[in-house]
């Protein structure tokens, strides 16, 4: 009934890049992967092309063509899921789904921050058909924008139609009027920030031009459920991004 796609620029660098599929695999659950190089994990496919937004989006949409359960869990490769992620089953097949109890930790210091409707990409489950309907009309929408228009990092028109499925209507300039709405896993996901993730860090106030709600920064010790300071020991010894 559920299982996982993984969608990886193959840019980030060991042992980051094991230990988040490590813990994916503890899950049992079904793995669809795609990748730009091949990659030993789940049933994997590879996406020839540059990174950049097309490329994500069609990665995405091969892992959700050839992912076979009804639900699906939207995983990335610098993100650490606890097992209670995935207990939860959606209620619905034509809303998407976030989980909101997450963290975003900048690897290189000691401090966690959260904010009101903080809801990455990385924490989405939905119905798979739902997801494919909606990446299929967002590729199409790309190819007639012209693909040049979306090679940036942060493209003007994807950060307009909104990152992800059913957070932003068409009235304000979103793609769809899908909806959305939240759950909270008994421990939280925590998405890990550094220099050369494809989306910006935005870890300080000052990265974000209108303050977001309810502002909360705490030390990676406090996160309940995860020994982060262990991760980050393992992280910044080991590991250089790519």
Known sequence: MKGIIFYTDNRLAEPLFSIVQDLLLETKLPIVSCSLKPINFGNNFVVEGQRSYPTMIKQILTCLENATTK???????????????????????????????????????????RYDRMLPLSCLCCNRKLAIEHYKLRMRKIEE???????????????????????????????TDDDFDVWS?????????????????????????????????????????????????????NTSEK
């Open 145 to 175: 924008w012209g693909l040049d228009q979306f090679r940036s990092r942060e493209p003007r028109l994807a950060r307009l139609w909104g990152y992800e499925p059913g957070t932003k209507k068409k009235k304000r300039g979103g793609l």
């Open 185 to 237: 896993s008994k421990e939280p996901v925590i998405d890990i920030r550094f220099r050369g993730t494809f989306s910006s860090p935005k870890i300080h106030l000052k990265d974000f031009k209108h303050k977001p709600e309810n502002w909360q920064e705490i030390n990676i010790n406090e996160i309940k459920g995860w020994d982060l300071k262990k991760y980050y020991e393992i992280i910044n010894t």
């Open 71 to 113: 639900y699906v869990f939207f995983c990335e490769h610098d993100v650490l899921y606890p097992k209670s992620h995935f207990d939860f089953i959606p209620p619905r097949d034509d809303i998407f789904y976030y989980n909101q109890n997450v963290w975003r930790w900048w690897n290189k210091g000691d401090i966690a921050i």
